[in-house]
T-cell receptor, first 111, second 113 residues
């Protein structure tokens, strides 16, 4: 199955700033998925990123807040914009394979 | 819409005890079912999966059987170890195309000596 390198692994950011999270996959994949895991909660899908087209966002998530880039079949970024403490979460990317493979996650704390 | 319901945690067991974590689902089609495990401070790892009714997924002593008649996919292990302490997530995806995972709320398992 695919191996995903996700970075940064953690960050502490000031409110009002933005953070870009990167995921690099060791093989070409059609779709990449971005999830959020709020403290003590389950995972919620933010958006699905398909190479060459705009990402598809789930209800409650908007492109202005979570812009996504997908420049090629092995790479994607998620930006968390104009952050507030409510954005403190773990953010994970995922690709479909034999099961679904996940990156190691980015633990974001907004202060 | 599609959903997954998992038993509430935390579950606390003594080492070598039997484990069952209940999971039921609602889906419009014929989903694939998964169990993921999240060890403390780590990302999600696929534990096992089943893609059709009556399939049994197994890994590391854990098992789960896809029961279409009861829409369930309960996770079981005959003898847990301290190293099994983690959060376990039941999830589904619809088959056929690249599809998102829908997760249950997660069940925290704590195994003590």
């Amino acid at each position: 199955s695919a191996v995903i390198s996700q970075k940064p692994s953690r960050d502490i950011c000031q409110r009002g700033t933005s953070l870009t999270i990167q995921c690099q996959v060791d093989s070409q994949v059609t779709m990449m998925f971005w999830y959020r895991q709020q403290p003590g909660q389950s995972l919620t899908l933010i958006a699905t990123a398909n190479q060459g087209s705009e990402a598809t966002y789930e209800s409650g998530f908007v492109i202005d807040k979570f812009p996504i880039s997908r420049p090629n079949l092995t790479f994607s970024t998620l930006t968390v914009s104009n952050m507030s403490p409510e954005d403190s979460s773990i953010y994970l990317c995922s690709v479909q394979g034999e099961g679904y493979t996940f990156g190691s996650g980015t633990r974001l704390t907004v202060v | 819409g599609d959903s997954v319901t998992q038993m509430e945690g935390p579950v606390t067991l003594s080492e070598e005890a039997c484990l069952t974590i209940n999971c039921t689902y609602t889906a419009t089609g014929y989903p694939s079912l998964f169990w993921y495990v999240q060890y403390p401070g780590e990302g999600l790892q696929l534990l096992l999966k089943a893609t059709k009714a009556d399939d049994k997924g197994s890994n590391k002593g854990f098992e789960a059987t896809y029961r279409k008649e009861t829409t369930s996919f309960h996770l079981e292990k005959g003898s847990v170890q301290v190293s099994d302490s983690a959060v376990y997530f039941c999830a589904l995806s619809l088959t056929g195309t690249a599809s998102k995972l829908t997760f249950g709320t997660g069940t925290r398992l704590q195994v003590t000596l």
